[in-house]
């Protein structure tokens, strides 16, 4: 079975600042992995995801992820973080199969000062 | 792109009552949708998985009678909290997965507040 994982709970940058935030997951072949981003009350916008391919993959917002098969890492970063980054961000693990059905990190919640 | 529009944004009911939770996908057929429970501070867990025109297929310790799904058409889901409580008080959240997808990437909904009395 899949599993995520993001070792951080919450974390806080300066704004302009860069951002790196971690996703591991566990999945016995190559996975569907997604991130997503969730502003309080809402429910969640897709940043980007990774099929296959390109291992760094491009997302909305000026996010970009790359995807580490040796290290079963999918980490999300920004090179420079807007005070509107301030949010919930979902990394999720989608199985290749006829349920195709996503499982969800217990989230990072970042903090933008000023 | 595509669109999942889930209804009501928010409800408040009585303890005991029903309340129902509509989750459509507006420019696209969804033949498989998700049903998701956040707590608050906490991720999302998959409650179930719907496909349309059969029963859907719910996850070790979700109540399939307490959370009633169903999926009559291809553009509807359901989702029934049966009888109430104040511990069923959550956010809820919908997600679809499009027909013509060879690959999983499922919409979400803006979710549901449900808050129990």
């Known amino acids: 079975a899949q599993s995520v994982t993001q070792p951080d709970i919450h974390i806080t940058v300066s704004e302009g600042a860069s951002l790196e935030l971690r996703c591991n997951y566990s999945?016995?072949?190559?996975?569907?992995l997604f991130w997503y981003v969730q502003s309080p009350g809402q429910g969640l916008q897709l940043l980007l995801k990774?099929?296959?391919?390109?291992?760094l993959v491009q997302g909305i917002k000026g996010f970009e992820a790359e995807f580490k098969r040796s290290q079963s890492s999918f980490n999300l970063r920004k090179p420079s973080v807007h005070w509107s980054d301030a949010a919930e961000y979902f990394c999720?693990?989608?199985?290749?199969?006829?349920?195709?059905?996503?499982?969800f990190g217990t989230g990072t919640l970042l903090a933008v000062q000023p | 792109g595509a669109v999942v529009s889930q209804h009501p944004s928010r409800v408040i009911c009585k303890s005991g009552t029903s309340v129902k939770i509509e989750c459509r996908s507006l420019?696209?057929?969804?033949?498989?949708m998700f049903w998701y429970r956040q707590f608050p501070k906490k991720s999302l867990m998959l409650m179930a998985t719907?496909?349309?025109?059969?029963?859907?297929?719910?996850e070790q310790g979700v109540e399939k009678d307490k959370f009633l799904i169903n999926h009559a058409s291809l553009t509807l889901s359901t989702l029934t909290v049966t009888s109430a409580h104040p511990e069923d008080s959550s956010f809820y959240i919908c997600?679809?997965?499009?027909?013509?997808?060879?690959?999983?990437?499922?919409?979400f909904g803006q979710g549901t507040r449900l808050t129990v009395v």
């Open positions: 999720a693990v989608g199985a290749r199969g006829a349920t195709n059905k996503l499982i």
């Open positions: 719907s496909n349309e025109g059969s029963k859907a297929t719910y």
């Open positions: 997600s679809a997965r499009e027909r013509a997808s060879r690959v999983t990437e499922a919409f």
């Open positions: 999945y016995g072949a190559t996975p569907y």
């Open positions: 420019d696209f057929q969804a033949t498989t």
């Open positions: 990774y099929f296959s391919g390109d291992t």
